[in-house]
């Protein structure tokens, strides 16, 4: 855009002010010029424009009305053609601009408003060229940021070269990846994150005492993972500015899908990790190297927490694993963090006494908290692990002290697996195959008798060990007559060659029960 003061320094137009308008009037933006001989024109004019005219209208309407029209369409101001019918601009008009406060400019009778179109068009061409320059240039530095490492601050100081503005970049996650003469409290971080995880992502966000902020997307593959935030409201950005703001963002995305890719090799690495422990035989020859990669003595004693929700459908979500990543390395704590379907598991060297590895968990828990609120994390703990090939117990363990907190979610949010029952002790020592097969030979028929018959016969035994065997109150539990619960678990007795009388058979059907219960 143009201003006013912009067409006065051409002195082929040979322009005088005649009313200079509000305060920086001849400083304003100028959207475009429109020539007009129109009583009122407002109906045609955008905001911005200049209105060209030569009066021509002065018989049908008073100066003041049409000043009035014109104040209606949020217009730049007037440029009153002097001809040789009218060689001095009317006194009625300057006096309306004065009273509106409206600039209004004269134009020699020997030049021609085609002459200002034509001014006009060549600033506006000069422009955009040197718009487009401005981007081209900035384009290579902002790509030569990113190849040489520079990161997001390194884009953000690119950008402020041309424009200096306050900017952050902050994941969805309400992290801040980096920032330029701005400073986001928790609240605020959280506001952003609010808006991306809008649908779409919103354009402003409000950041309380810091007023409204323009959000502009940062995506990698097609998703939204953060964005690049300006500390001033969209209208108050000029055109250059949000121009120079969206291609930055562009180009923060290639940045973000560098730091995915090497995430996603790390978090494979990782996961290949676990399968390793978890395999045995030979793999597991490879867990010390695959340990030293990521910075981990295998050597000295290891912890191995796994990591859940307890609230919510989903046992993890998106994001998960790097937040615990990002806790234990702002720990100065070296870790393996591994995703899976059902909880995220870390391995970390710990030489310090095995008691205050709950303190640690508990603060990871208040992290996790914070970022993904109302799903409650939960942290499974094992024992020590003395050295790497003692890692596929311990692995299991923390494993099912994990499980054991999320189907209890109102208990506590860290837990150490000796802390479970002494049977929980045991299965967590064997594998899942093995467990499963127990369960299925033991219950198998049972439950291929309850859909068979739509029977309830796997939930009545599960009643009758619940109230540890006594009949009038497992009866009562099920609101069912003792005849009919007798008669029930003598058909369990049939089908498993197990009588619920013995103690002995009791446990065999209490732990295929117990297995059942730890998927």
Known sequence: MFTLRDLLRHDSLELQVLVSGAADA????????????????????????????????????????????VMTA?????????????????QALVEACQQARLPLLEISVDVPFSEVSRVVAAMSTDERKQALVSM???????????????????????????????????????????????????????????????????????????????????????????????LRPLRELATAEREALEQTARFLSLEVAKQQAVQAIEMRFASELLEMVLSGG?????????LRAFGVDPGGPLAVCAV???????????????????????????????????DIVAVLPWRHPEAELPLLARRLVRDIDRRFPLLGPVVGLSRLAAHAAELRPRLLQSREACRVLRRTRSGPSVRAFAELGTHRLLLGLLDEETLHRFSHELLGAVREYDVRRGGELESTLRAFL?????WAATAEALHVHVNTLRNRL????????????????????????AVDAMD
């Not at 994150?193 to 959000?215: F, N």
């Not at 619940?466 to 006594?470: K, L, S, V």
Request: proline share 4%.
């Open 466 to 470: 619940d109230q540890d065997g006594q």
């Open 74 to 90: 949020r217009a730049a101001g007037i440029m009153f053609g002097l001809r040789e019918g009218t060689p001095r601009t009317p």
């Open 308 to 342: 859940a929700f307890a609230e919510g459908e989903a046992a993890t979500v998106h994001g998960l694993a790097e937040v615990i990543g990002e806790f234990f390395a702002l720990e100065g704590v070296p870790a393996v963090v591994a995703a899976g379907s059902q």
């Open 282 to 290: 030979r793999r597991a020859a490879e867990v010390s190297g695959r």
């Open 136 to 230: 081209v240039h900035r384009g290579d530095a902002l790509a030569t940021a990113i190849s040489r490492g520079a990161g997001a601050s390194g884009v953000l100081d690119v950008l402020r070269r041309d424009h200096d503005l306050p900017l952050a970049v902050v994941d969805r996650m309400g992290r801040s990846l980096a920032a330029a003469d701005a400073r986001l409290d928790a609240d605020q971080l959280r506001a952003v994150a609010g808006g991306l995880a809008g649908r779409p992502p919103a354009l402003e966000v409000d950041l309380g005492a810091a007023g409204r902020a323009a959000l502009f997307p940062i995506g990698a593959v097609g998703d939204i993972d953060a964005a690049l935030i300006c």
């Open 26 to 69: 001849l400083d304003e933006p100028v959207a475009w010029v429109h020539n007009t001989e129109l009583p009122d024109p407002s109906r045609y004019v955008r905001e911005g424009e200049l209105v060209m005219t030569n009066g021509l209208w002065a018989g049908q309407v008073s100066a003041a009305r049409f000043v009035a029209n």
């Open 490 to 513: 003598a058909k369990v007795t049939e089908l498993t060659g197990r009588d619920v009388g013995r103690t002995e058979d009791r446990v065999d059907l209490f732990l295929a029960l």
